[in-house]
T-cell receptor
Framework: GAGVSQSPSNKVTEKGKDVELRCDPI?????LYWYRQSLGQGLEFLIY????????KSGLPSDRFSAERTGGSVSTLTIQRTQQEDSAVYLC????????????????FGQGTRLTVV | AQTVTQSQPEMSVQEAETVTLSCTYD???????LFWYKQPPSRQMILVIR??????QNATENRFSVNFQKAAKSFSLKISDSQLGDAAMYFC?????????????FGEGTQLTVNP
């Protein structure tokens, strides 16, 4: 697609349920990032994928959070046993590649998934 | 670890006037990228302007320009001739140039209101 696509746009779930959030990056982009934006806050890094390398999971807040990226394209962020503090907007971004060269620096963001845990 | 601070949670400006949004950061690295992103109510983050730390010249994109003070670790955004469409949340962000594939580190954001 032309841009980063995320689904669903909004998700309401009951506390304790599992949820899956999907990100479809720009075609050809090898780097993919997940961020979390709590109400009125900046963006908090969660996880980073680069090609076939092992993902950087250093931002995941607990073992209830996991993510995978199949075939180097679509990514799914899974939150198990959701808690009210998980309520936030989850943003996905992709970039051409994750290196440090100038051409690689721009990250393109999706419109996010607003997760509400009730 | 790098940190980014935006000390102005909210700012307002009259249409056609100029406004400056502040950002400071902390890093021990000598080369890196700095960005300003705009987030309208649609939630999608839009890149406004970027600056490479080794470049002394301040970046400019049409009505948007930055004042990059490397020694002071300051990176402010100036919006000239403000338009109603500029109203949004603005985030300052840092990205390492020394670590392959590093993530963006964001400030807390500044909510900009443009008054007609």
């Amino acid at each position: 697609g032309a841009g980063v696509s995320q689904s669903p746009s909004n998700k309401v779930t009951e506390k304790g349920k599992d949820v899956e959030l999907r990100c479809d990056p720009i075609s050809g982009h090898t780097a993919l990032y997940w961020y979390r934006q709590s109400l009125g806050q900046g963006l908090e890094f969660l996880i980073y994928f680069q090609g076939n390398s092992a993902p950087d999971k250093s931002g995941l807040p607990s073992d209830r959070f996991s993510a995978e990226r199949t075939g180097g394209s679509v990514s799914t962020l899974t939150i198990q046993r959701t808690q009210q503090e998980d309520s936030a907007v989850y943003l996905c971004a992709s970039s051409l590649r994750g290196g440090t060269g100038a051409l690689n620096t721009e990250a393109f963001f999706g419109q996010g998934t607003r997760l509400t845990v009730v | 670890a790098q940190t980014v601070t935006q000390s102005q949670p909210e700012m307002s400006v009259q249409e056609a006037e100029t406004v400056t949004l502040s950002c400071t950061y902390d890093t021990s690295e000598s080369d890196y990228y700095l960005f300003w992103y705009k987030q309208p109510p649609s939630r999608q983050m839009i890149l406004v302007i970027r600056q490479e730390a080794y470049k002394q010249q301040n970046a400019t994109e049409n009505r948007f320009s930055v004042n990059f003070q490397k020694a002071a670790k300051s990176f402010s955004l100036k919006i000239s001739d403000s338009q109603l469409g500029d109203a949004a949340m603005y985030f300052c962000a840092y990205r390492s140039k020394e670590t392959s594939g590093s993530r963006l580190t964001f400030g807390e954001g500044t909510q900009l209101t443009v008054n007609p």
